[in-house]
């Protein structure tokens, strides 16, 4: 795997996960955009760029992360293969697997959620499915309100359709909100986390893709490294979490 560390990013890095001579998928750190977009800085440097100077070539991404999401981003290396990969896309024939640490036990562990989301440019709603499975639990020794601990699960998520902040708003709407999520997500449990850990940051990790390559016709399941994303960060919180076992 080969490494690039853009100037003003400090330790965040920027590395490439697969290529060919027509596509490639690189892990984004978290707090980067994919490309240029409202309320971006004038110096700060975009996935987009980045990976255009890493790999020498023109490239065209073919979805995004929100800048507080880390993971995979898939980009093409040329027109052709930007318009194959983005119709795989469009007709649901990628597989998308995220990791997030939620607030809360959700019950049942494993199921699927169906819920309509607004669009936020037509305001019209949509339908929306997120399948999700419980992978792990911890109880860490905070009180709040009625409760003696304070209650966190990590959380394997596929958004089934990709619709606006999917995963974030079913979750919130299913009272289990990703922590660090400071726009659907719990103001205290944010807060505490900042205030207990130093921690502000979305724990929600894009970790694996499944596709067929659309010229070749191989089949590509491609994983991210458990510790470029949140696994560092949940194994702090178990470990917590055991010292009120």
Known sequence: M???APEGLGA????LVHRDERMAV???????????????????????QAVR???GCHVHPIHRLDRPTSGLVTFALDSE??????????EGRVGKTYHAVVRGWPFPESAVHREALDDPDTGRLQDATTRFQLLDRAALPWSHGKHETRRLSLMELEPVTGRFHQLRRHFSRLAH????????????LNHEL?????????????????LTHPVT??????????????????QKLKMLGNRCT
């Open 53 to 55: 100077d890493l790999l």
């Open 12 to 15: 965040s890095s920027v590395f």
């Open 177 to 188: 909100p990703v922590a660090g999520d400071t726009t659907h997500g719990c103001r205290h």
């Open 217 to 234: 016709g191989e089949r590509l399941v491609l994983e991210d490294a458990p510790e470029r994303g949140i696994a560092p960060w949940w």
């Open 2 to 4: 080969t490494e690039l």
């Open 81 to 90: 293969m930007a318009r194959l990969l983005q119709r795989e896309w469009q």
């Open 26 to 48: 690189v892990h984004k750190p978290t707090g980067m955009l994919v490309h240029r977009g409202m309320g971006a800085d004038r110096d700060e440097v975009f996935l987009l």
């Open 194 to 210: 900042q205030a207990r850990l130093g921690w502000w940051r979305l724990l929600l990790f894009a970790q694996r893709l499944e």
